[in-house]
């Protein structure tokens, strides 16, 4: 069948021979990537979801909240009396960073690997030693003290935002860290260290623990989306073939059915035109059901089926339509309806006007919606007439399609025939 390609715009001149052109180019190599994007087939991957996407939200919520517990347990041990400086310094950088890891964990749903990087390096490694050397004793250089026990919400949103090697590999420096804040401070203490070991281990275990229930459940939670999706598809496909098979009952199989009878002459020329528009209806059946590249997306069938019907009432009135549909994809009722009223008269004006009985109309999806082109090679008319021929047609197209929230364009000159362009959205 013949495809259509966009044209240029309305008033830019076009030889006879690239419209020819226009008419043979084939639109799916325009169409891949809407059809890529709409056809919503195969799985979803994992962490692609939005259920998945949400579970990493709430643990990093809860990662968040961990460190503001520690932050605020911090804040109260420094201010407390005798004020230290070189304490208070340290705590307005654990704050600082913190601020800004988990400000950019909050807006993205997750900390990006730098940052937690940055949180695990700073507040979990670097400052505990610069205490440890620089004051040497009191609770910013304990082993388990203010400072050190920022290292427990860093692991536990390294859990989250990482994966396992990168959460090891956290685990392994604040480990290392501890261990050499033990040898620096003045007075090491075993029992406090063993203290803050264990409490290490426990915030990365039940972190693990519970981001894994909460990134199955997410998991879960996008496998029923996409089944449900499918299982709708499937429905709607369904329901195509449905409406499809009454068609070929009342046209075709009535048309074969009268001829067989020998109730009507079947060189008669009704009889043959009739067969003609069947013809092109079955050949747009099978396009439609051949190949499942086609299948309009699930939703889509409201706008196939309005621009079929379209296509159809034209074929009633002895226009010849050579029809394909791309991916058609779903659109609201009133959209479908504008688009496939405003095709109807496109074609009506080809048939009233153009001087010639064929017509050619392609409906491609786009990534944002869909494209519909209505050409022929007809006897055209100068679009920068403010009068003519193409007033109504241009009149008529542009109203529905604007009313919709969509836009038209006609292209067309005097002997080259002419090309109507309908989009949605604008």
Known sequence: MTALRPGPAAGTRRPRTALTALLRRDPLKATAPARAADDGGGPVHRGDGVGFQRARRVAVQVAGLYRLAHLLYASGVVTA????????????AVWAVSLAVYAAGLRH???????????VGVNGCLLPLTAAVAIGEGPAAEGHGWLAVQALSASAA????????????????????????????????????????????????????????????????????????????ARARQAERTAHHAALHDTVLATLTTIASGGVDANAQAVRDRCAREAAYLRR?????????????????AGTAALEEAVRSAEALGLVVKAQYHAVPELPEEVAEAVAAAASEALNNVRRHAGTGQAYLTAAGRADGLEVTIADRGAGFDTAEPAGAGTGLRRSVHARMAAAGGAARVDSHPGEGTVVELRWPA
């Open 158 to 233: 390294a859990v989250v935002s990482l994966r396992w090697r990168g959460t090891v590999l956290c685990f392994v420096l604040l480990t290392a860290t501890s261990l050499a804040v033990h040898q620096v401070v003045r007075r090491p203490d075993t029992a406090e260290l063993l203290e803050h070991l264990s409490a290490l281990s426990m915030s990365s275990g039940l972190m693990a623990a519970g981001w894994w229930y909460v990134r199955r459940q997410g998991i879960l939670l996008d496998d029923a989306q996409q089944r449900a999706l499918a299982a709708e598809a």
């Open 285 to 301: 059946l099978v396009q439609l059901t051949d190949d499942p590249g086609h299948l309009p997306a699930a939703g889509g069938t």
């Open 81 to 92: 009396d005798p004020v230290d400086v070189r304490a208070a310094v340290l705590l307005a």
């Open 109 to 119: 749903g997750r900390i990006p690997d730098r940052l937690m990087w940055t949180d």
